[in-house]
Each structure stands twice: as structure tokens, then as C-alpha cells.
């Protein structure tokens, strides 16, 4: 008898043991500090710091929650992947926020390429960032990565990975308040979803290519009140190439967008694209010093009821106001604020110098993007725009996320 006990005692022991070795967790009860890889679910402590060992799964079904003030630091050498099947909850406050990073002494490279990203499977059907910062992602897959492993995002080998990457047409996809930074190419590819992306800010992205929100078919998204610096390629990618269900609807207002396609010197490099008969409506927004303005592909052109109006042009070289000038591929809006002299339309920031290069890639914090008086962006957005979420919004996790309604002011910031 005291022999089978014992059996039983050591069978219960490994399986035990087997247990955590699947989740490969060890978490401090009181302080909420972990070292973790594998399996993970449940919640991550207000203020703690997660050390993230390898690739991290979030099983169909189950949730991830991180509180306020969590720093998710990811090992260098393992540079692990992120994959939601289930749900992720980023919850931070503006005291307080979130933050995917690596270890101070490690963040040497400027465009990151240190830890893998969020890569949410077509399983996810919810995944919210607020108050959130991710930077040093875009590792390079191999055939050994989990992503490629599982079919995720492109599936194959070579390829750096997005920062955030979500792919189910039926999920919802929230990201707002956050910061996308020192990231080595895409900050975000979106393949399907209900989507609001506001009042983020993207800079620091992309050596040789990488938008900071790449839209594909299946997306229904609002983009608004963004603030992107230097995106290589261009800010925004807007497409409905994949023929998923529904067709892409974007709405795109109210965003700033700085320096943007100059590091890309192709006919790619820009502000906003479209194609693939994508139907956007874009309206508001401020392009200062960016590579073309509003593009389109002639070959693959937007959804004839596509409307754009109400947009901003400034130019400190007459290149780069060339450059905005309507034509084939470059569209057209009602009401745009547009000249054609160097210059012209200064839209008087509070704190950003006009004569800054503009294949530089450096932010710096300290410049406010807010309007002084008397900016020809004052007074002259359009605020009828219906976004797709302003009435009934996305709930995530119990709370629901509105979209912000449209200014009437020309960019992503008015007056302080």
C-alpha cells in the first residue's frame, strides 16, 4: 500500500513538474515578477516585470491581461515571439505605461531587430494595446521560429517581422495611446478586423522598408489623431489585395504625418498609399515635408467612391512641393490646403524645425506638433466625417473604445 502511495505521490510530482515546465513560469507571488516562456495566460501585476526567456503563446481561448506600469523585457539572444491565440489585454495609463522592450545596456541598435513581435493568429478575436510602448521588434524569422513553424504572418523564413501583426476579419484590434518605436520594418501589418488606431505615434521605423500601419483586405479601420515621423516607406498603407471578406472601408483623419517615404527612394517611398480598390475616405490630415502626398497605384487604383478632402500640404524645398502636385498618381482632395511655392502653409508648430533634413530618422521627444495661432490648419478641417466606430464602439475586455470624432482644426494636434 505505502509502495502504491508512493507511485502515486511521484507520478502526481512529474506531472506537476511537466506542468510548469510546459509554461516554464516563475513568478514571484508577491511582487508579481516573472521569468516566463511557453504557455501564458491570467494576468501580469500592476508595476511588475516580466522577463521574457523564449516565445510566449496565448492558447485559444484563454486572455492575457497586463496591468499598469508592467515592463515586458525580452532575452536578446532567444528574441522571442509573441503569439496570441487567445485574447491580449494591454492596459496601460498615461502615468503608467506599458512597455515591450530589452535591457537598457542592449538598446544600441536603432532600428531594433532585438525580439520577434506581436503576432495574433487568425484565433485572436481580441487584442488591445493602450497606453503602450513597443520597441526594438522585428526579428528576423528562420525555420526554427514558432511563426514560421505555425503558418503565421508571411509563414516563411527571412522574413523581419512587424511589430504587431493581426489577421482575423471577424476579431477587433484596438491601439491607442501608444508608442511604436526603434522597430527594424513594418510597425504594423493588419490583415482583416475591426480596427481603431488613435491617438498613437510612430517614428524611429524601418531601415530599408516599413509602413507604420499597413492595411490589407478585411480591415474596417478608423486611423486617427496618429502622429508618424520618417516612416521609410510610406505612413500608411492602405490596400485591399488578399480578397478577404468584407472589403477594406478606412477612414483617415486628423493625423500628422512628418518626413515620411524619404528613406524609401523608390516609387513606393510616400505619405499615404492606396490600391487594390481599397475604399478610403481621407480627410484632415497634415502631410509636412513628406515624399508625394496622397498616392495611388494606377494599376491597381482605390474604390471609385473613395473621398479625400481637407488635407494640408507643406513643403520647405520646391522638390518636395513638386512632389505634391495632383496628377495620375497623385490624388486630388476638395478643399486641400495645397500651393505650389516652397514654403508656403508653414504650419506653424509649437516646436519642430521645418529645416530639419528630411531623410532624418532621429526623434526627439521634446518637439510639440501642437498649432500655434494663426496656422492655416486652424479652422479649416471637415467635421462631418462619420467614422465606423464613433456611436457603437469596440468592447474589449469589458470596456468599450470609441473613435474619437473628427476636428475642426487640419492634423492630429490643435492648440496646446
Same mark, same amino acid.
Given at each position: 500500500? #505505502?509502495? *502504491?502511495?508512493?507511485? !502515486?505521490? &511521484?507520478?502526481?510530482?512529474?506531472?506537476?513538474?511537466?506542468?510548469?515546465?510546459?509554461?516554464?513560469?516563475?513568478?514571484?507571488?508577491?511582487?508579481?515578477?516573472?521569468? !516566463?516562456?511557453?504557455?501564458?495566460?491570467? /494576468?501580469?501585476?500592476?508595476?511588475?516585470?516580466?522577463l521574457i526567456k523564449g516565445d510566449i503563446i496565448i492558447p485559444e481561448g484563454?486572455?492575457?491581461?497586463?496591468?499598469?506600469?508592467?515592463?515586458?523585457?525580452?532575452?536578446? &539572444?532567444?528574441?522571442?515571439?509573441?503569439?496570441? #491565440?487567445g485574447n491580449l489585454y494591454a492596459q496601460g495609463t498615461s502615468e503608467f505605461?506599458?512597455?515591450?522592450? %530589452?535591457?537598457?545596456?542592449?538598446?544600441?541598435?536603432?532600428?531594433?531587430?532585438?525580439?520577434?513581435?506581436?503576432?495574433?493568429?487568425?484565433?485572436?478575436?481580441?487584442?488591445?494595446?493602450?497606453?503602450?510602448?513597443?520597441?526594438?521588434?522585428?526579428?528576423?524569422?528562420?525555420?526554427?521560429?514558432?511563426?514560421?513553424?505555425?503558418?503565421?504572418? $508571411?509563414?516563411?523564413?527571412?522574413?523581419?517581422?512587424?511589430? &504587431?501583426?493581426?489577421?482575423?476579419?471577424?476579431?477587433?484590434?484596438?491601439?491607442?495611446?501608444?508608442?511604436?518605436?526603434?522597430?527594424?520594418?513594418?510597425?504594423?501589418?493588419?490583415?482583416?478586423? $475591426?480596427?481603431?488606431?488613435?491617438?498613437?505615434?510612430?517614428? *524611429?521605423?524601418? /531601415?530599408?522598408?516599413?509602413?507604420?500601419?499597413?492595411?490589407?483586405?478585411?480591415?474596417?479601420?478608423?486611423?486617427?489623431?496618429?502622429?508618424?515621423?520618417?516612416?521609410?516607406?510610406?505612413?500608411?498603407? &492602405?490596400?485591399?489585395?488578399?480578397?478577404?471578406?468584407?472589403?477594406?472601408? %478606412?477612414?483617415?483623419?486628423?493625423?500628422?504625418?512628418?518626413?515620411?517615404?524619404?528613406?524609401?527612394?523608390?516609387?513606393?517611398?510616400?505619405?499615404?498609399?492606396?490600391?487594390?480598390?481599397?475604399?478610403?475616405?481621407?480627410?484632415?490630415?497634415?502631410?509636412?515635408?513628406?515624399?508625394?502626398?496622397? $498616392?495611388?497605384?494606377?494599376?491597381?487604383?482605390?474604390? #471609385?467612391?473613395?473621398?479625400?478632402?481637407?488635407?494640408?500640404?507643406?513643403?520647405?524645398?520646391? /522638390?518636395?512641393?513638386?512632389?505634391?502636385?495632383?496628377?495620375?498618381?497623385?490624388?486630388?482632395?476638395?478643399?486641400?490646403?495645397?500651393? #505650389?511655392?516652397?514654403?508656403?502653409?508653414?504650419?506653424?508648430?509649437?516646436?519642430?524645425?521645418?529645416?530639419?533634413?528630411?531623410?532624418?530618422?532621429?526623434?526627439?521627444?521634446?518637439?510639440?506638433?501642437?498649432?500655434?495661432?494663426?496656422?492655416?490648419?486652424?479652422?479649416?478641417? $471637415?467635421?462631418?466625417?462619420?467614422?465606423?466606430?464613433?456611436?457603437?464602439?469596440? %468592447?474589449?475586455?469589458?470596456?468599450?473604445?470609441?473613435?474619437?470624432?473628427?476636428?475642426?482644426?487640419?492634423?492630429?494636434?490643435?492648440?496646446?
Open positions: 500500500m #505505502k509502495a *502504491t502511495q508512493l507511485f !502515486i505521490c &511521484l507520478a502526481l510530482t512529474a506531472a506537476l513538474f511537466a506542468g510548469c515546465k510546459k509554461a516554464n513560469s516563475d513568478v514571484d507571488p508577491d511582487t508579481g515578477n516573472g521569468t !516566463i516562456s511557453g504557455e501564458a495566460s491570467g /494576468v501580469w501585476k500592476k508595476g511588475s516585470t516580466q484563454q486572455s492575457l491581461t497586463i496591468e499598469e506600469g508592467v515592463t515586458v523585457l525580452m532575452d536578446t &539572444l532567444a528574441k522571442p515571439e509573441i503569439i496570441v #491565440k505605461p506599458i512597455r515591450f522592450t %530589452v535591457a537598457e545596456g542592449a538598446r544600441t541598435k536603432e532600428f531594433g531587430r532585438l525580439w520577434g513581435g506581436i503576432l495574433a493568429a487568425p484565433s485572436c478575436q481580441e487584442l488591445l494595446l493602450d497606453h503602450t510602448i513597443i520597441e526594438y521588434a522585428g526579428a528576423t524569422t528562420s525555420d526554427a521560429s514558432t511563426s514560421v513553424k505555425q503558418n503565421l504572418y $508571411k509563414g516563411k523564413a527571412g522574413e523581419n517581422l512587424p511589430a &504587431l501583426w493581426f489577421a482575423n476579419v471577424n476579431g477587433k484590434l484596438v491601439v491607442t495611446n501608444s508608442i511604436f518605436r526603434n522597430l527594424q520594418e513594418d510597425c504594423t501589418y493588419i490583415d482583416g478586423g $475591426k480596427i481603431i488606431f488613435s491617438n498613437n505615434k510612430f517614428y *524611429t521605423t524601418g /531601415v530599408s522598408g516599413g509602413e507604420a500601419i499597413n492595411l490589407k483586405s478585411g480591415c474596417v479601420a478608423d486611423v486617427a489623431y496618429n502622429l508618424i515621423y520618417s516612416a521609410n516607406t510610406n505612413a500608411l498603407k &492602405l490596400s485591399n489585395s488578399g480578397d478577404r471578406t468584407p472589403q477594406a472601408y %478606412v477612414m483617415v483623419y486628423n493625423n500628422t504625418m512628418v518626413n515620411t517615404g524619404w528613406r524609401r527612394p523608390t516609387a513606393k517611398g510616400g505619405s499615404i498609399w492606396v490600391e487594390a480598390t481599397v475604399r478610403v475616405e481621407v480627410f484632415n490630415n497634415l502631410f509636412a515635408n513628406t515624399r508625394f502626398g496622397i $498616392k495611388r497605384d494606377t494599376k491597381k487604383a482605390e474604390d #471609385k467612391r473613395s473621398l479625400f478632402g481637407n488635407n494640408l500640404y507643406y513643403g520647405n524645398s520646391q /522638390v518636395t512641393v513638386d512632389q505634391f502636385q495632383p496628377s495620375a498618381d497623385i490624388i486630388a482632395g476638395t478643399n486641400d490646403i495645397i500651393g #505650389k511655392t516652397a514654403g508656403l502653409n508653414d504650419p506653424k508648430f509649437v516646436n519642430y524645425p521645418l529645416t530639419t533634413l528630411v531623410n532624418n530618422a532621429t526623434f526627439t521627444p521634446a518637439w510639440d506638433f501642437h498649432l500655434q495661432a494663426g496656422s492655416p490648419a486652424l479652422g479649416k478641417g $471637415k467635421t462631418d466625417i462619420k467614422p465606423h466606430y464613433a456611436v457603437n464602439g469596440l %468592447v474589449m475586455n469589458g470596456i468599450s473604445y470609441t473613435s474619437p470624432a473628427a476636428a475642426s482644426y487640419i492634423g492630429a494636434f490643435g492648440t496646446n
